[in-house]
Structure formats: C-alpha cells, structure tokens
C-alpha cells in the first residue's frame, strides 16, 4: 500500500454545491466543484498541491484557491478519464486531453474524493459535447 505521508490538504474544501443562488453566476455550471488535489508536473514528474476548479468543461488550476490565480486549464471535451497506477499513488485519477494533447496525473486525499472529483468530470464532459456526437458518461 501507498503511504499517507503525501497529504492533499490541511484544510479539506472540496464541495459539490448547486449554485441556485439569488445572484447567478453565468461562469459555473449547476454542479461545480473545487478543492485541493495533488498534480503530477509534466517535466520534473513532482507532485505538488494546486487548488482545481470545474467550471463549465474545463478543470482550472493554480497554487491558491483564489479566483485570479487560476491561471492553468485543462480542457475536458473529449478527453478520456480514467484511474492511474502511477508513482505508487491511492486515489490517482489519469485526464487525457485530445484538444492539447497532454495527459495531467491527480490524486485526491481519498476514495470518495477520487470518486467525486471522477464524476464531476465525466459529468461535465459530457454536458460540453456539442452536436450529434453525444457521449454516454463512463468511467474507466
């Protein structure tokens, strides 16, 4: 087994919220979710804490939980999703983007985190296909 010693966060904030608010927000879809989670860097193959957010189809990214410092997207339309085996890692998850081309390597503080965060993205995946090419939400 994986050691715990790679904590995700001290202060746990991911949410699955529905923003019927009074005010709405045009930016975020009905289920949007946001919250710390490990990423793999694509060069130096370190993992370090970034701060995610799901907005509409593209999973944004940055070192704080502020708006402004989500700099970094990863776009989800058509990408494949799937659970990752990699450096040894519990609760890893795998997106590879057909748009850029990357494959972007997460990992969640524990099963029912990878399992929300999963599913949002299938979710949201699926919402941004647009046209006759409708695809079934699975998860691998």
Known sequence: MASNSDTVSDSHTNSLSNRSESQPDNDFTHNELK????KRGRLSRKWKKQWFQLKN???YYGNTSEESSLKKKIPLTNADLSEAN???????FRIKSKEN????YMQAENESEQNDWMQAICF???AGSHGSNSQACVIQ
């Open 124 to 126: 949201a995946k699926a």
């Open 57 to 59: 189809c593209d999973l």
């Open 86 to 92: 990699v450096d040894k890692k519990q609760y890893a």
């Open 101 to 104: 081309g990357r494959t972007y």
């Open 35 to 38: 919250g710390w989670l490990l």
